[in-house]
């Protein structure tokens, strides 16, 4: 029976040994042996043990060399590649040999316990091994069990670390000898027996030092070589070997318990290529996204700890290589997890051009367009800085090698891709434009030798295109004929020249018959190219839609509704479409929300063609479908608007949608609502709108309203605006004197654009990514837009009050849309309110200055409120800039023309009256070839308003 001193000592021997504390071993075997004459034998098996210890953590090991290729299919095309612990060489091995004397002295001439033997045995075949004598090693090993022994009462902790490392040095002498069953057979029984008596983790590391990262850690070696025994046993099945375990399950089990290692970073090098195995298995089986989002997420954090600074550099190319499997496996299932390793990989690479342009891919994919504009704003100047020796190397007609060669493509398909994200997602054409200039200065280094063949076509055909859309808005934006046509011009010759380059390019013939429908109304050459993109890509609905709008501007309204069904049904929106006239609840819903806004706009178009063709009141039967409609496709976006948005991803909040939404909406309509209702004059422009209350102002900060300061005790806010009538305008249409202070604006903040600034904390003043705010806003344009649609065919049935209800609605569901206010604006100017009508009509244009509609709409109250000269100024602004090609603008202009002549009595007033001829022809001219919809709103949906009929 053990003493309390000897049993205390024999717990700080145990508990030194399993954490390292190898210096303080001297001091305690001394102590040890004062206490029992009898474990003389143990205190020197420990002595020699740690001297064993000590002298390898003085060494200086070089793990990343040795574990470069771990993992790699060997030649043989079966086995991996599986490194042997390192040890020492053979010249380094001589200074093992006093320490192999000293053990094999112990056991002569004493009688030791079966523990002590067990122990001597295992050292002892721990300094063979880490000295490269594997014989004599086996020789120390044999005749030893296979299970831990049950009775331990030396190192009751420490000698299950002793049995680990007998059974891995059995294991790896087995593998020597190409024993790769012996050897798995071996590491599962030491794990199995290992777990058993631990009941926790597999992996005990309590390092002391960056010293320990190399010396053999026996559990997670037995952990590590059992799964890579599995996994080349299974490689070889075809050859006839075979394993019980699942090599891959084996290895997942691994990483995980390294997980939660600590140091995190422990074993880091040899885990890189222990996860790089396992994400290709994963790979090979087609596993789920999320298993190799985590892997990756792993492989980055393991590099971090591998190769952190300083032995970081924007060139590396381990993790150059797993930026590039990263965005292969996860760009499309989970952009949000790319996001966060490519931000990490840029950390360790210093924004390497390579990782930045992966990260600009993965920020469009997960939405965030404004980010994503930044971090290429980030390429671009690290680019033109890394450029610098190459066209140093053009200039001096140096060739260049290939690895300068793909750095250049890469770049020049990287600027092409930026030029797309400007001008599609953020409607940004002159940053387009300076990155295509960039790319076309580039091009020209590289071919200034005359190689022509140096950049490939597809590239050329990229920037050609995405240079002429630029130039497509910026013709459609600009307010000077001159330039409009200049950039017009441009538009189509880059558009021809995208289309030549590259015929198999669906973008290039779209945006050219596009650009041939809205700018030059040439409907015969767009048709063709129309068809030509949808020949390319038959699944590209703006493609079908173009078709359509093409058809009616022919005035072919049965071909254009054989469009638009011919069209909807390659969508997979189809099959929901079905499902809702079935009146059963969709089974399966995409999950791609902008295909689905593009099949419901298509859908709308057919139901206007519908009504032009057969009748409105045939085309009404289908609004209970597209209500329902709507609910199928924006559901999740409805479902977020209440939502608090945080780091999750839309596809991780996704719910399901339902049409019954819509169907509830399209039951609100049922209510009896004028649309003078107090409803409507809430949410008109300018009106008292709920706020959030704001603090008080201290009394010596708040400002004086101008009431105050005139003395005035009405303390009720005014509502100025500034054209003076504006002011005066009330309901019953009576008009008052005009004050002066109608002169002048006064913002009271009660425009949801005011109200919205400085409440937000985002970097965009919103944390919500771009992509969702888009949906959001697009959503609510959606159901607003199938309002206005249900009111133009109550207007021309002459159903005023289901058309007043319908635009109520609309306004419910975006109380600041232009089209809406224009159209509660006409319904009003149909009743004779023409100063109500005007405070719309004013609204609208002051929301959106560029809308055709509610600019020609305030030309004609002012016109009837005979003022004509305001009337004819607003009318040839219009026709000037943004309504060049409405023919309703010019037919205006053309009647207040010929009125003023007729009113004037001079020699001049025949020239009018031509002028007024010409104006009203070429109106009759554009209304031949006007289709049921504008063609602008197929010009990037996200970023320009929806048009209604």
């Not at 020699?48 to 290729?69: G, M």
Request: glycine share 6%; charged share 25%; net charge neutral.
């Amino acid at each position: 029976m053990l003493g309390s001193r000897h049993q205390s000592l024999l717990k700080e021997i145990d508990t030194a040994r399993c954490v390292g504390q190898w210096s303080a071993i001297a001091g305690l075997a001394t102590k040890y042996t004062k206490h029992s004459t009898a474990g003389q034998a143990f205190a020197s098996i420990i002595l020699c043990e740690a001297r064993l210890e000590e002298l390898l953590l003085n060494i200086p090991w070089a793990p990343r060399t040795h574990w470069k290729d771990e993992g790699s299919v060997m030649e043989d095309g079966i086995r991996l590649r599986t490194y042997y612990p390192l040890h020492l060489s053979t010249t380094a091995s001589a200074t093992l040999d006093p320490l192999e004397k000293d053990l094999r002295q112990i056991s002569q001439g004493r009688s030791m316990t079966d523990e002590e033997r067990f122990q001597l045995s295992v050292v002892l075949g721990k300094v063979c091994f880490y000295g490269g004598r594997f014989d004599a090693c086996r020789e120390a090993l044999s005749g030893m069990s296979s299970t831990i022994q049950h009775d331990v009462a030396l190192s009751p902790a420490y000698g299950k670390q002793l049995y680990m490392a007998q059974m891995v040095m059995t294991g790896i002498l087995l593998e020597m000898k190409e024993d790769l069953g012996g050897a798995l057979r071996v590491y599962e029984t030491a794990v199995d027996e290992f777990s058993e008596k631990i009941r926790e983790s597999s992996v005990v590391i309590v390092p002391r030092s960056s010293a320990y990262e190399e010396l053999v850690n026996w559990p997670e070696e037995a952990l590590y070589r059992r799964a890579m025994m599995a996994l080349s046993i299974s490689n070889s099945s075809s050859n006839g070997g075979s394993s019980s375990m699942d090599g891959v399950a084996a290895l997942a089990t691994y990483l995980r318990q390294m997980d939660d290692a600590t140091p995190s970073g422990f074993r880091a090098p040899r885990r890189v290529r222990a996860n790089r195995v396992y994400m290709d298995r994963l790979r090979r089986t087609g596993a789920a996204a999320t298993e190799l989002a985590r892997a990756h997420t792993r492989q980055m954090s393991l590099l971090k700890a591998a190769f952190e600074f300083p032995r970081a550099d924007e060139s590396h190319e381990e993790v150059l290589a797993e930026v590039d499997l990263a965005a292969e496996d996860l760009a499309d299932e989970a952009p949000e997890c790319l996001v966060e390793l490519m931000y990490s990989a840029l950390s360790l690479t210093f924004n390497s051009p390579r990782v930045l342009q992966h990260l600009v891919r993965a920020l469009e994919l997960s939405g965030d367009y404004h980010e994503a504009s930044l971090a290429l704003r980030t390429y671009e100047q690290v680019a033109a800085r890394q450029l610098e020796p190459v066209r140093k190397k053009l200039a001096a007609k140096q060739p260049l090698d290939d690895r300068a060669k793909k750095f250049v493509a890469d770049v020049l398909q990287t600027l092409a891709e930026g030029a797309r994200l400007r001008v599609q997602r953020l409607g940004d054409a002159h940053g387009s434009l300076s990155l295509v200039h960039f790319a076309h200065a580039l091009v020209g280094d590289v071919e200034a030798d005359g190689d022509s063949a140096a950049v490939e076509a597809q590239t050329r055909a990229q920037l050609a295109l995405w240079k002429g859309v630029a130039h497509a808005c910026l013709a459609q934006r600009s307010r000077e004929p001159g330039n409009r046509s200049d950039h017009h011009s441009a538009a189509l010759q880059l558009l021809n020249e995208a289309a030549e380059l590259a015929p198999r390019l669906p973008d290039a013939h779209f945006h050219l018959a596009l650009e041939l429908a809205l700018g030059s109304r040439s409907i015969a050459e767009a048709t063709a190219a129309a068809k030509r993109a949808v020949a390319l890509d038959s699944k590209r609905l703006d493609a079908w839609h173009l078709l359509a709008l093409l058809s009616s501007a022919r005035k072919d309204d049965a071909k254009a509704l054989q469009v638009c069904d011919v069209g909807m049904r390659q969508s997979p929106w189809w099959a929901v479409l079905e499902d809702v006239d079935a009146g059963r609840e969709p089974s399966e819903f995409p999950r791609d929300i902008g295909s689905g806004a593009q099949f419901f706009d298509l859908a709308v178009t057919r139901m206007s063609v519908d009504g032009r063709l057969r009748g409105y009141e045939a085309s009404l039967a289908a609004h209970q479908r597209l209500f329902a409609l709507y609910g199928c496709v924006f559901g999740p976006v409805l479902a977020l608007e209440d939502c608090a948005l945080g780091p999750a991803s839309i596809s991780e909040r996704y719910t399901p949608p339902s049409h019954t939404s819509g169907r509830r909406s399209l039951a609100r309509s049922l209510l009896s609502r004028s649309v003078f209702s107090k409803h409507s004059r809430f949410h008109s422009h300018g009106g008292a709108r709920p706020m959030p209350p704001m603090p008080p102002l201290p009394a010596a900060e708040k400002p004086a309203s101008p009431s105050e300061s005139a003395g005035s005790t009405d303390t009720e806010p005014k509502r100025q605006r500034s054209m003076p009538h504006l002011r005066s305008a009330s309901r019953d249409g009576s008009a008052s004197d005009i004050p002066a202070e109608a002169y002048f604006d006064t913002a009271n903040g009660s425009h949801p654009a005011l109200s919205d600034i400085g409440s937000r904390t985002g970097a965009y003043f919103s944390q919500v990514p771009t992509r969702t705010a888009q949906n959001r806003r697009l959503a609510k344009r959606s159901l607003c837009l199938l309002w206005l649609t249900s009111a133009a065919a109550f207007v021309v049935l002459g159903r005023h009050d289901d058309a007043a209800n319908a635009v109520s609605e609309a306004l419910a569901a975006c109380p600041d849309s232009p089209e809406a206010l224009t159209m509660r604006g006409q319904l009003e100017l149909s009743q004779d309110r023409h100063l109500p009508a005007l405070n719309d009509f004013h609204a609208a244009v002051s929301l959106e200055p560029t809308n055709i509609r509610a600019s020609v709409s305030l030309a004609r109250v002012e016109y009837l409120l005979s003022r004509r000269d305001v009337a004819l100024g607003l009318l040839k602004n219009t026709t000037r800039a943004h309504g060049w090609s409405d023919p309703e603008a010019w037919y205006w202009l053309g009647r207040l023309e010929r009125e003023l002549a007729l009113d004037q009595e001079s020699p001049g007033n025949m020239h009018m009256i031509r002028r007024a001829l010409e104006y009203t022809t070429y109106a009759l001219d554009l209304e031949t070839s006007q289709p049921v919809r504008p063609f602008s709103i197929l010009r990037f949906p996200e970023q320009i308003k929806a048009g209604w009929c």
